[in-house]
């Protein structure tokens, strides 16, 4: 009885939670028309998408967290708080996050496994974190393995937003030596639709983004290469950064907080990856628009691309050498002029011979050939 | 393997193996030249004239009376390509770092559209050099397979790079790393192709001022 109570209480469309949260109908075209923007859509959409997603019923959101260190629910659940966004969020029916429900053990595995069969191909199913293929035990819920628990759920999912590095491309988990044999969702899951919303962590405005399309649409918005959706992942930061004229004078900082870094110069030489990192951090921003981590005076670490961890030292420029050294060209060098003395040697030996073998002739010798 | 993957695969083990080399083929190839070494001249010298094998070193750079006019694409567009080619190696500020990676040595940077241009002006010149090579008989009869590789070589990182800065044809990960590819393939062939008068230029230039000099026609 109490449970049926609840459920009434509980809005059946967005549109309804929006007003019983006291959410001026301005307000939320507002919020639809920045969506609109943000995902590179025509303005005429923002209405579109007003109705479509007011119309909408609650999404069933099923939040799996296996290797991750839940950085991205922390960042999603706070650093815009509170705003629209996070009253869509709320909007959302989110079924199962084993950090955000109160209920724990089996009552939490229950509520998974009834939203399952309640909302049966229906589903949105969100994942953070890597899945350990070396051993089922290096990270469990509830005793299920994260192999077993993703393959159960993704069955019956309409879709699977993988959220943060991690859970796109193995993230830290995954970086060299690998030790558990991270792989990311879309290494296991072939038969489903997968959206990448990587960054680490990921920006929360671009999870509303994905969301907001999925409630208007009932599809997945345009993605790249990697699966990521154009609209945020569409450039790279480098190219969006206001720190980028100062790339083109020619003007550095030469280390973190000098003069020039506080005039705004740019970061390369500290070993921003801004140039090979496709985000919306530098337009989007982070914490309501407040700064990201190059306004912040750090440069860009390449955390929404695939195996960043491994690509290079984090704080040399990106045209330095991965691992090459001067002693490395040293010895190469020594082998040139090792290789160098044998062959000069073999040249000199070769002169030497065919001047030993040399014989005179004399004019009396020389015949004329008749022609 | 994505984009970033084959970049750091660029930057890393095929930037290291094109070095190795690269430094073991040069001075192979200065061991191999100067070991052949030349006959004592006991003659005794025609005119007395120091450091005429440094000045021809210079003088050779400028064209001998009337060959501009005679050759202006090959005088010119060598000029051009040259300079713009050092400016693009040597004054943009991420090559710059690459040097300050491997020596510790660096300098001033030039400002990106500086650099762009002078790259601009080197691919025009390097086309323009290969067409009159392919107009010109003299020319033609003398060029080999060597000549058309190393022209391909040097042409290629110019491309790629100025592909890359421009954002054009393939995404830019994908082009820095076909630009640092490209850059390996130079430095391999380098040591062993015409591209080696990057290094014995200045050595037969001393030596043809220096004979010529003893033998009373110094520069």
Redesign the interface.
């Known amino acids: 009885m109490k449970k049926q109570q609840q459920t009434e209480a509980l809005p059946g469309t967005v549109g309804e939670g929006l007003k019983q949260r006291g959410v001026t109908r301005r307000e939320f075209l507002k919020f639809c028309t920045a969506m609109t923007a943000m995902l590179a859509l025509p303005p005429a959409m923002a209405s579109v998408m007003a109705e479509a997603i007011s119309k909408a019923r609650r999404q069933s959101v099923i939040w799996l967290s296996f290797q991750e260190c839940t950085g991205c629910t922390e960042a999603i659940t706070r650093s815009h708080s509170p705003t629209l966004e996070n009253l869509i969020f709320d909007l959302i029916s989110l079924d199962y996050h084993h950090t955000l429900q109160a209920a724990s053990g089996e009552a939490a595995e229950l509520a998974r496994t009834q939203a399952m069969k309640d909302n049966e191909g229906k589903y949105l199913l969100i994942v953070d974190g890597s899945i350990p293929m070396g051993n089922p035990g290096y990270s469990c819920i509830a005793g299920i393995s994260n192999y077993d628990m993703l393959v159960e759920t993704a069955k019956g999912a309409a879709a699977i937003v993988a959220v943060g590095t991690c859970a796109t491309?193995g993230g830290i988990p995954k970086a060299d030596p690998n030790p558990t044999g991270a792989v990311s969702v879309a290494d296991i899951i072939k038969d489903k639709p997968i959206i990448n919303v990587p960054g680490c962590p990921p920006i929360p405005v671009v999870m509303t983004g994905v969301l907001a399309h999925f409630l208007t649409f009932g599809g997945l918005p345009e993605m790249d290469d990697?699966g990521r959706p154009k609209s945020f992942y569409g450039d790279?930061i480098h190219?969006r950064c206001y720190r980028r004229p100062f790339?083109?004078?020619?003007k550095?900082a030469q280390s973190f907080d000098d003069e020039g870094a506080r005039q705004g110069w740019c970061l390369?030489?500290l070993g921003c990856k801004g140039?090979?990192t496709y985000n919306a951090c530098a337009t989007t921003k982070w914490n309501d628009g407040t700064s990201f981590p190059i306004q912040s005076g750090h440069g860009c670490i390449?955390c929404s691309?695939?195996?960043?961890w491994?690509?290079?030292p984090l704080y040399?420029?990106?045209?330095?050498?991965?691992?090459?050294?001067?002693s490395?060209?040293a010895k190469?060098?020594a082998?040139?002029?090792a290789?160098?003395?044998a062959?000069?040697w073999h040249?000199?030996s070769k002169k030497a011979a065919a001047k030993a073998a040399h014989e005179k002739v004399t004019v009396q010798e020389l015949k004329r050939e008749e022609k | 393997m994505?984009?970033?993957?084959l970049?750091?695969f660029a930057?890393?083990?095929a930037?290291?193996w094109a070095?190795?080399?690269?430094?073991?083929?040069?001075?192979?190839?200065?061991?191999?030249i100067l070991?052949?070494?030349r006959k004592a001249d006991l003659a005794r010298p025609r005119t007395d004239s120091p450091g005429s094998g440094w000045r021809t070193i210079f003088s050779r750079t400028l064209p001998p009376p009337g060959m501009l006019k005679r050759e202006p694409v090959t005088y010119f567009g060598g000029y051009v390509f040259h300079f713009g080619l050092f400016i693009a190696i040597f004054f943009f500020?991420?090559?710059i770092?690459?040097f300050?990676?491997?020596?510790?040595l660096h300098w001033?940077?030039?400002?990106?559209?500086l650099v762009d241009a002078s790259v601009v002006a080197a691919i025009v010149a390097l086309g323009a050099l290969l067409a009159h090579r392919l107009n010109n008989k003299v020319k033609r009869m003398l060029s080999g397979l060597g000549d058309y590789i190393a022209w391909t070589a040097t042409m290629l990182p110019l491309l790629t790079g100025y592909m890359a800065y421009h954002?054009l044809f393939v995404e830019?990960?994908l082009m820095?790393t076909l630009h640092l590819f490209s850059v390996e393939l130079l430095l391999v062939l380098l040591p062993f192709t015409k591209l080696f008068h990057t290094f014995s230029l200045f050595i037969s230039r001393w030596y043809n001022g220096d004979f010529f000099g003893r033998k009373g026609v110094a520069s």
């Open positions: 491309y990697l790279t190219d790339y083109d004078q020619g550095f390369f030489k140039p090979v390449g691309e695939p195996n960043f491994d690509a290079g040399q420029a990106l045209s330095m050498p991965v691992s090459a050294t001067p490395m060209l190469a060098a082998v040139g002029a290789a160098g003395v062959i000069t040249n000199r | 994505s984009h970033l993957d970049l750091t930057r890393g083990s930037l290291n070095l190795i080399v690269f430094a073991a083929g040069i001075v192979l190839r200065l061991f191999e070991g052949l070494g500020a991420p090559h770092e690459f300050r990676g491997m020596t510790g001033s940077s030039l400002p990106s559209a954002h830019y990960t820095l």
